[in-house]
């Protein structure tokens, strides 16, 4: 397996895949997502679609990256807009 090296400090202490959570007050929580609506313009169906935001951090100075779970589902989702 290639080593990641941090883009800021150049560190091999990478974590990779960790989880962003929004707690709320009674302890629930769930991943932050990004959306893309196909039909934005809609009332109520606006056919959206989710993907969870994953990071990448580096543990010597905390340079965060983010990703998608899938990109490829949220690109078709982008690309089958209704304008």
């Known amino acids: 397996m290639a080593t990641m090296k941090c883009s800021r400090c150049g560190s091999e202490?990478?974590?990779?895949?960790?989880?962003?959570?929004?707690c709320y007050d009674v302890g629930v929580g769930?991943?932050?997502?990004?959306?893309?609506?196909?039909?934005?313009?809609?009332?109520?169906?606006?056919?959206a679609h989710r993907e969870s935001l994953r990071a990448t951090v580096c543990g010597e100075c905390g340079n965060v990256g983010l990703s998608v779970e899938n990109p490829?589902?949220?690109?078709?989702?982008y690309t089958e807009q209704k304008d």
């Open 30 to 47: 769930q991943d932050l997502q990004v959306e893309v609506q196909r039909n934005p313009d809609a009332l109520i169906f606006k056919q």
């Open 13 to 22: 202490k990478i974590m990779t895949d960790l989880r962003i959570r929004d």
């Open 72 to 77: 490829q589902a949220l690109w078709k989702a």
